[in-house]
């Protein structure tokens, strides 16, 4: 499943399936809008980045170490990691936290830009705080690539696309 390019499904269709997931109306009715917007900005297929969502946030339950209110749609780390005890590995704090679910979602989706080795210039303005560490190191072509990449998980790419088919049914 390509990571550049238009939706590979209809937004009609990945947000009737979501409601079908049983995930949460947080995840359903603000955070798939705002991610949705922001792939389709930035010619990323919304329906992996939405998924990938999924994937992170457990559709909304933010049962892991980011909470809700860092409106922090895909688990982003802070830019340097271990300046404080509190922000290193997998605590709350060594998560970013971000103003609005708009600039979150742009954040994650301007993050898999740089996965995908696309360049800054396009941004009218770029809300990464990990751009830096990431552009120019990757050129991914499909989500599945993600594997062992954006996650120490091996199967973390297959895993996400196939919650991406879920949604493009």
Partial sequence: ?????????????????????????????????????????????????????WKETGGGTFKGAVRPGFYNT???????????????????????MF?????GAMAHVQHLCAYAGLTIESFELNVDPRWDWVAGKHRLENFEELGGK?????????????????LQA
């Fill in 99 to 103: 103003p609005s679910w708009k600039i």
């Fill in 74 to 96: 895909c688990g982003l780390k802070i830019r340097n990691l271990g300046i404080l005890p509190e922000a290193d590995g997998d605590k709350p704090l060594a998560h970013q």
């Fill in 150 to 166: 954006w996650a120490p998980s091996a199967s973390y790419g297959t895993e996400l696309v196939a919650m991406a088919r879920k």
């Fill in 1 to 53: 499943m390509r990571i550049i390019g238009p939706p590979s499904a209809t937004r009609e269709t990945v947000f009737k399936n979501l409601v079908a997931q049983n995930l949460t109306p947080l995840f359903i009715d603000t955070m798939a809008p705002e991610l949705w917007e922001a792939a389709v900005w930035h010619d990323i297929d919304p329906v992996g980045v939405i998924a990938q969502s």
